[in-house]
């Protein structure tokens, strides 16, 4: 990762310990922190069942439900929809999940454009090299004012002063532009509650609102987002927000149990008012029922990004420390049952220091560290080795070892 990133990164990300550092022993925050761990261990160990009672619950609601065991199928579903409908432009929200599968290139390889509505995800979007997230919330939170100012200028052909408001109404007016010629938004959710048969989004900037309106909304979320009902569902958002922006709430909490609709003409259901006229739904498994099995504990995160706001690996060098929009020592561990074993290794797998200190400031006190030792346990059964140990063994043979 660039030096002047890194640098970028180190201030940003100590800007948000200091403020986590003023919540971590308020009274709600510490409530919230032992409630929602226990949420996240019962719904995890129960999520078979729990999947069972939202696909009901959604189907009730009028919520198109379909299932995709991997990132390329979560693809094709989500590509297949927008052919159906003949776009060739879709508004997109920030998304962990989204990530994962890596849709937005996807799509841009299929002609489709992708409006990244999130600024901060929109700027690494116009960004020409290494347009990497380095934090769940914060994606941008490697770039200076100057040097965000200088990709806006280049890929909008502007002459902006860096000036942090002017780059925001910059932004604001061209996606804004472009949603208007969209009727399809894309985007994940922070919690599914099963027994109501809803999706719970936060988020600060009100672009997942306007995804909302429009005809389709395809959310794709990963199975361990299920909980029992919305209350759990917003102790997590709360908590999330908390640890990962530092402040008590977000500016929005939406919930979707539906598209829209009104009975304000003598009670009867009309269909299609403000809001989609369709709400689709993906459940994506993509390597979590296995890591149910062999990680449970790296499921109980809610993504707020804290364990790497700490993390000495991830301060040393970013986020090759990590895999796609999973980073630090949790992403390594996820790449092991997300994709290949090599991806985990070649992401990481040994850059792990096992300090624990991502533990201490996990909300739900995930034991990464334990778990990387078990996955290094595995991959050494599995008789696996990183490329870079390889050429080191094939070094010592030819030269041979002064030991």
């Known amino acids: 990762m660039d030096p002047k990133e890194l640098e970028s990164m180190r201030k940003s990300f100590k800007t948000v310990e200091n403020k986590q550092n003023l919540l971590k022993n308020n009274p709600q925050i510490l409530k919230f922190k032992e409630e929602v761990q226990e949420i996240k261990k019962n719904t995890i160990n129960r999520n078979k069942e729990l999947q069972e009672i939202a696909i009901n619950s959604f189907k009730r609601n009028d919520i198109n439900v379909l299932f995709a065991s991997d990132g390329k199928q979560a693809r094709d579903i989500i590509f297949d929809i927008i052919s159906q ?5 879709i508004a997109k929200s920030k998304s962990n999940t989204l990530g994962e599968i890596g849709v937005s290139k996807y799509l841009g390889d299929s002609r489709i454009e992708v409006v990244e509505t999130d ?8 960004k020409e090299n290494n347009n990497k997230p380095t934090h769940p919330t914060g994606p941008a939170s490697h770039l200076n004012v100057a ?9 909008m052909n502007l002459n902006i002063k860096a000036n942090a408001k002017d780059i925001m109404e910059v932004v604001k007016k061209d996606v804004k532009e472009k949603i208007a010629k969209c009727n399809i938004g894309l985007s994940g959710a922070n919690a599914i509650a099963a027994d109501e048969g809803s999706l719970v989004f936060i988020h600060n900037e009100g672009n997942i609102s306007l995804l909302s309106l429009l005809k389709i909304h395809i959310v794709v979320v990963g199975i361990d987002k299920i909980v029992n009902n ?18 008590l709430i977000t500016s929005y ?12 003409i003598e009670k009867i259901l009309l269909k299609n008012m403000y809001g989609a006229e369709k709400v689709v739904l993906i459940l994506l498994d993509n390597g979590r029922v296995e890591a149910i099995e062999n990680a449970k504990e790296c499921m109980w995160c809610i993504g707020c990004g804290s364990c790497i706001v700490t993390c000495p690996v991830y301060s040393a060098i970013g986020n090759d420390f990590g895999f796609n929009n999973y980073l630090g020592g949790r992403g390594v561990v996820m790449s092991k049952f997300i ?10 797998l040994y850059k792990c220091t096992l300090c624990g200190l991502c533990t201490l400031n996990c909300p739900v006190s995930i034991p990464t560290s334990q778990v990387m030792e078990k996955i290094r ?3 050494n059964n599995e008789d696996l080795s990183i490329n870079n140990h390889e050429t080191i063994k094939e070094n010592i043979k030819n030269k041979g070892s002064p030991y």
């Open 85 to 89: 409908e003949d776009e060739t432009i």
């Open 119 to 126: 600024l901060g995800d929109r700027i690494l979007q116009l």
């Open 147 to 155: 040097q965000i100012t200088e990709i806006i200028n280049n890929s």
């Open 230 to 247: 919305i209350e759990e569902a917003i102790k997590i958002a709360k908590l999330e927000t908390a640890y990962a922006t530092g402040s």
């Open 253 to 264: 909490i939406n919930i979707v149990s539906g598209p829209s609709k009104t009975a304000d």
């Open 339 to 348: 994709e290949d074993s090599k991806t985990s290794f070649d992401s990481g």
């Open 377 to 379: 346990e595995m991959s």
